[in-house]
Each structure stands twice: as structure tokens, then as C-alpha cells.
């Protein structure tokens, strides 16, 4: 019988999690100082880590990360300010899926312009088709800052891996960092391909039927013991202390 793994510890996540804005700001997925990536802290139910207000994704180091609960409140003594938006939609979550360890909010550029799109992300390609039936989508209606759009957002997530934010962004989450952060790849690389196809032929793509990319997707899931991002996670890592190893002070 394979020994377990041990425990994550909050040190753990910490690395993870910088690991995450670094990588994401070498994809160019960043948007200044906004947008955020969170992970909850092992042992401490309803408290997460996120950026803090005003630094760049290419700022981010593992002691930097602000502790918040899911309320927004900072308690880890610090003070730092913490970008309301981002509690408003990362807590919510958090709190309704307490299995989740990441949540993962952008505004990529294909991202944004896929949420632009009435019939969304289509099985046109491998990469999408190992999202398959794992995204749901929330219609916008301003700064998500309102308890009741919060609900909305909870109920349309359910427990799907991720959201498309309607004219907004993608979203995703994950039961590791690595897992949300792959998720997202895909999700990216995924309406680049279809988006690009779209732009060239004018709209006219070639969709696989739906239980072609069922089949697709659970080849790619397998037993479920492997997560996304279990893979390629140690490799991504490697490649970050290789030229960046500055994110997990």
C-alpha cells in the first residue's frame, strides 16, 4: 500500500501560492494589481491567504500573502490593506466549498473575450475537452460585491470546478493550488485555440459531439487519484526556482 502523504502544512501552501502569481505573470495573466489567486489555511477553517492590495503578481513571495477570513477581515495582525473585490468573491467561495483550497479569478485576455461569448467554451479541442461539463456560468451584474449576486455566484458554481464570469473573466477552483492553476491553463490555452479558430474561418468551427468529449474527458481523468496539476506541477516549480527562486522567501 502506497505511504500517504503527509499533511499540508501552512508553509506549504504559502510556496504553492506565490509559485501560482509568479507563474501567472510570466503567462502575461496578470492585470496590474488587480485580480486575485487564494488558498485556504490548513487547520484554520474560514481563513485564506491572498495578495495584498497594490503589489504585482511578480511581487508575490510566500511571507508576503495576507491572512484573511471569509468575512475580509485581516488576522494575521499585519494591517496590510487587502482589495475588497477580492474577499467578495474568494470568501464566498471558500466559505460555501470548504474542500476547495484554491481560488483562481483572472482577467486574461482569452479569457475576458470567451466570457464575451453567448454559447462560451464548445468542445473544439483537447484542452477544452478536459474541461468538459466542469464549468458553469454566472451572468454579470456589476462588481460582484453583494450578498445576493454571492449566493448566485455559489449556486451557479455548485460543485463544478470553475466559472465563466459572463463579460467578466474566467474562474476556477481546485482542491490544491496546482490543481486551480492547471484548470486555469487549460481554460486559457483552451479559448486561444477556439477563439483563434473562430477568428479565422468567421465563426465556423468543427465541435466534436458530446459523447466524444465525454470519452475524451475521462480518459484524461482516469480513477480520479490524479489530480490536474499533480504532474505538471513539480516540473513548473523547477523551472520557477530556476528563474525566479526569490518567491519562496
Not at 464566498?92 to 479569478?105: G, M
Not at 463544478?160 to 492547471?182: C, F, Q, S, Y
Not at 466524444?212 to 480513477?223: F, H, K, M, N, P
Request: glycine share 10%; hydrophobic share 45%; aromatic share 6%.
Amino acid at each position: 500500500m502506497p505511504a500517504l502523504s503527509p499533511p499540508r502544512t501552512e508553509a506549504d501552501v504559502r510556496i504553492d501560492l506565490a509559485a501560482a502569481y509568479r507563474l501567472a505573470a510570466q503567462r502575461g495573466w496578470d492585470d496590474t494589481i488587480y485580480t486575485h489567486i487564494s488558498a485556504s489555511v490548513p487547520g484554520e477553517p474560514g481563513v485564506y491567504l491572498i495578495n495584498p492590495f497594490g503589489a504585482r503578481f511578480d511581487e508575490i513571495t510566500a511571507s508576503s500573502l495576507v491572512k484573511v477570513d471569509v468575512h475580509g477581515k485581516v488576522v494575521d495582525g499585519s494591517g496590510r490593506p487587502v482589495n475588497p473585490s477580492g474577499f467578495a468573491i474568494h470568501g464566498c467561495i471558500h466559505a460555501a466549498r470548504p474542500e476547495v483550497e484554491c481560488v483562481l479569478h483572472l482577467h486574461t485576455a482569452w479569457g475576458v473575450a470567451l466570457a464575451m461569448l453567448p454559447d462560451g467554451l464548445r468542445p473544439t479541442s483537447q484542452f477544452a475537452m478536459r474541461l468538459h461539463g466542469r464549468l458553469g456560468r454566472h451572468a454579470y451584474e456589476g462588481l460582484a460585491l453583494g450578498r445576493e449576486e454571492q449566493a448566485r455566484m455559489i449556486a451557479n458554481l455548485g460543485a463544478l470546478d470553475g466559472l465563466i464570469l459572463d463579460n467578466h473573466g474566467p474562474l476556477t477552483v481546485g482542491r490544491t493550488v496546482a490543481e486551480a492553476w492547471m484548470l486555469m491553463y487549460l481554460l486559457d490555452r483552451a479559448a486561444q485555440a477556439q477563439l483563434t479558430a473562430m477568428a479565422a474561418t468567421g465563426g465556423r468551427v468543427r465541435v466534436v459531439p458530446p459523447e466524444v468529449a465525454e470519452l475524451t474527458y475521462r480518459q484524461w481523468v482516469g480513477d480520479g487519484s490524479v489530480l490536474d496539476g499533480d504532474i505538471e506541477w513539480p516540473a513548473l516549480l523547477r523551472g520557477l526556482d530556476r528563474d525566479q527562486p526569490g518567491y519562496r522567501d
